[in-house]
């Protein structure tokens, strides 16, 4: 690859993730009708967008370094935000697979919506329960459900969104090699 489209796909990788914090830092806002520990985070889009269009090596960089800028800068500083951000990571394998089978694309997504829900479980008590010390009965009891509702069904709007908007994007004079 010469330096030419190196340096483009670096500036691509880095503009996407560039949106993927201000996407993040929007959802810094809480809308009154959802509750105090759900968020409408739609910062995923980009980076999954960058999976669509480019290479699942793309896409898990951007994530990484949005996932480490977000815990240093405006996060809780924890290992268990760091672990809930990263966790996006189980649409990686699951979404390049859909790139090459495209039929394929609902039952992958909702399989790497099932996994990511699973992984993000003790993480999500570990951070409410150990970090922000909420009681066990009160997370298990209400939040359990509603963050997995309510992230289960952001991660399914991420998909459709990401790829629509790929979808858009291919035609694109800028992001091509």
């Known amino acids: 690859m ?5 340096s483009k796909k670096i500036a691509i990788n880095a503009m996407f993730a560039s949106f993927s914090l201000a996407l993040a830092l929007l959802s ?3 809308a009154p009708v959802i509750g105090r520990f759900i968020n409408l985070d739609f910062s995923d889009i980009p980076i999954l967008v960058l999976l669509f269009l480019y290479t699942p090596y793309d896409a898990f960089i951007s994530l990484l370094a949005v996932s480490i800028i977000r815990v240093l800068t405006f996060d809780v500083y924890s290992i268990f935000i760091f672990l809930l ?3 996006s990571s189980i649409f990686i394998p699951f979404l390049s697979l859909s790139k ?3 039929k394929l694309l609902p039952i992958l997504s909702l399989v ?3 996994l990511y829900l699973i992984i993000r479980f003790p993480i999500s008590y570990a951070h409410w329960c150990l970090v922000r010390a909420v009681p066990k009965d009160w997370f298990f009891g209400v939040m359990i459900w509603q963050i997995n509702i309510s992230v289960g069904l952001r991660a399914i709007l991420n998909i459709v969104f990401s790829k ?3 979808k858009k994007l291919e035609k694109s004079v800028y992001l091509k090699d």
């Open 85 to 87: 951000r990263f966790s």
């Open 28 to 30: 810094r806002v809480k």
């Open 164 to 166: 629509l908007l790929s």
């Open 100 to 102: 090459r089978k495209t």
């Open 112 to 114: 790497s919506v099932a």
């Open 2 to 6: 010469s330096k030419i489209l190196r």
